[in-house]
């Protein structure tokens, strides 16, 4: 065993399935009552050396791919293909059909699927990645898959273009954090409500996402707007002298209670106020009042 392998199989054990997040867990328990082959994975898993990955993967019978997989692209290192996996769901017993990626993988690659795990209980409610859900194996060639979410559209598009062939045709990190961002400005995922069960997950969507900010947060961001604008504008003028706060307050004097948009004029009137009461505060020396008397 590599020492990377090694190194991936000990931050792996460093959060223990118990120790998980309880939407985690449960969104784990939920796949293995669908896909109930765990003796199957436990055996694929001792072969690989990998027994650890246990409780977090899924085992996936080839057989459940409904009209096989076909084939995504070529990458440097593995083939990708896209298969529909047919299903029951084990608490309500309808079947479910749901097109899932796969990606060969091999003796050399076997840190990558720790990873994979790894990136899935330590990611959030952001992930901007395609989930690892298990492992299945093509009959004919006895290799395995790594079965993950399918990324359609831009997604699959960012991921087959990281695995060109030709490493100068794949995108720069900068450019696929631009393509991941407007993609994910534009989905509307959130408002459909998707997120089911009491879970602090939902908790934390219904209230920093899901609700529009108050009348009172609408408010103050005007206002703050507002005041930020009229800084410019007074800088561009070369007017900071005249410059007020919406309040009403002096840029010098309100720079002492709130926080604020500066410019360069206002923080040096600001010094300046500072020095000047400072030194007011200074007691006059002996030697001083002594010559000013004799004078």
Known sequence: MSSHLEQALSTLTQTPFDKLRDDEKEYILKLKRDLPFDDELAQHLAELGLSALLPYLVWIPFSMFIGGIRKLGQGGF?????????????????????????????????????????????????????????????????????VMEYAAG???????????????????AAEVSRHLYVYRASLKIYSRGWLPGTTPLRIFYHKYIRHPPSPETKAYVSRRVTEHHRNLKAEQNGDSDTFTFVSGMSSASSLAHRSQYYTRSQLAEFSQSLTSAALKKVPESPLTADSAKTS
């Open 78 to 146: 593995a083939t990708v293909y896209k298969g529909t996996l047919r299903y029951t769901d084990g608490d309500s017993g309808k079947v479910v059909k749901q097109d899932f990626a796969l990606k060969e993988v091999d003796v050399s690659m076997l840190q990558e699927i720790v990873m994979s795990v790894i990136m899935n209980i330590k990611g959030n409610i952001w992930r901007c990645f395609a989930r690892t859900l298990g492992l299945t194996s093509r009959p004919e060639s006895g290799k395995f898959l790594l």
């Open 154 to 172: 831009a997604y699959q598009s960012i991921i087959n273009d990281c695995w060109n062939i030709d490493p100068s045709k794949r995108p720069t």
